[in-house]
């Protein structure tokens, strides 16, 4: 199986049954290899650095009632909360202080976040903010919309497209969002020059093996720049209450998998990994990602962008989620840097 591991190292690419072989197996030492050439990888590629990106959580409000997500709109018990433009800007600038160089800026589908409104955001962070990379990750919207945003001055977009598979994308979203939109999106985002996230959760319910081979093979295909996976964890307010959390090792896994597959991909050790383990996102690092998001949402509200249940509250202010994940990267041999960290496949 080690060869398995090598193949994938040095062609970037296996079958859709030699994936299924690798997800499968149960032999430490294959699964210490991949993750050891994982981390190599990563280390020759970034150095020990692990990007931080400032998160501007700047809403909860969502128009769509995704089974799995928290803000979703039947969660009739969230109190929900929309950021303005002079909010936005001020945690922007507050990151800045502190060295960010790239902001990420998530909120829900939120009609009431217009694109006009969205349009002006970015053009103010742009304008104050010449140096910054300007992420969004505020779902599906029109090809005319998105244009518009690179216009701009948004650089990068994220947009999970959750599974590849078209039955299990029906049993985690309503009727009303169709698969196919999703994939338009990832391909305008793409072909309009925006530096283009997507990736998948583990664990959702009815997922299987075979799904998880569908999705790596449609991201080897699709070569994004950034790929974001994390395990499923349910919120209580949902139909998926009682559902199992992702297994953490299976989504380290991956993480080395993708990291092999595109050696020059953004890959976030993402909150939800320290959500089911106390050194989850340190075990991310070590199998391959490069990113980490520490929070600049305003301390008031923070709680309230629950996405899932038992979401890490990392620190009272901004100033104390970076020394603290300073701390826990110095502690397993990495350095933080708040610099863009551009994409580049050299």
């Given amino acids: 199986m080690k060869t398995l591991v090598d193949k994938l190292r040095d062609e970037h690419s296996l079958t859709a049954e030699e994936y299924r072989d690798l997800l499968s197996c149960t032999d430490t030492e294959t699964l210490e290899h991949l993750r050891v050439q994982a981390q190599m ?19 909860n409000v969502c128009k769509n009632n995704c089974f799995y997500c928290g803000i979703r709109k039947s969660n009739v018990r969230l109190k929900r909360y929309r950021l303005n433009r002079d909010n936005i800007v001020e945690c922007c600038r507050h990151g800045y202080e502190l060295g960010y160089r790239t ?43 998105y244009e518009r945003l690179f216009k701009a001055g948004a650089n990068r977009y994220l947009l999970r497209h959750e599974t590849y598979n078209p039955q299990h994308y029906k049993s ?51 070569q994004p720049e950034m790929i974001g996976i994390g395990p499923f ?18 989504t380290l896994r991956l993480i080395s998998i993708f990291r092999l597959i595109s050696p020059a991909a953004l890959i976030p050790a993402t909150t939800a990994m320290a959500a089911l383990s ?17 929070s600049l949402t305003p301390t008031i509200h ?23 994940l300073s701390r826990r ?3 397993i041999g990495y350095v933080v840097s708040g610099e863009r960290g551009d994409y580049t496949n050299e």
């Avoid at 196919?180 to 997507?198: A, M, S, V, W, Y």
């Avoid at 923070?302 to 603290?324: C, L, R, T, V």
């Fill in 41 to 59: 990888v990563a280390l020759s590629r970034f150095g020990n650095k692990v990007y931080l990106r400032g998160l501007v959580e700047i809403g």
């Fill in 103 to 145: 902001f990420v800026l998530q909120g829900g589908e939120d009609p009431g976040m217009s694109d006009e409104k969205l349009e002006d955001v970015v053009i103010a962070l742009r304008k104050e903010f010449p140096d910054c990379a300007i992420t969004l990750s505020v779902g599906e919207r029109s090809r005319e919309t």
């Fill in 172 to 222: 985690l979203h309503p009727r009303i969002m169709v698969q196919e939109n999703r994939l338009r999106c990832l391909n305008d985002l793409k072909e309009i020059g925006f530096q283009t996230g997507t990736g998948i959760m583990v664990g959702t319910p009815l997922q299987t093996l075979d799904h998880l081979v569908e999705d790596i093979k449609f991201i080897e295909q699709f």
């Fill in 233 to 250: 964890i349910p919120h209580k307010e949902t139909p998926f209450a009682t559902c199992p959390a992702g297994d953490i090792d299976l």
């Fill in 278 to 294: 106390p050194g989850g996102r340190e075990r991310a690092v070590l199998a391959g990602a490069n990113v980490a998001m520490p």
């Fill in 302 to 324: 923070q709680k309230k962008f629950k996405i899932y249940d038992h979401k890490p509250f990392e620190g009272a202010n901004p100033e104390e989620s970076y020394e603290m």
């Fill in 329 to 331: 990267m110095e502690a």
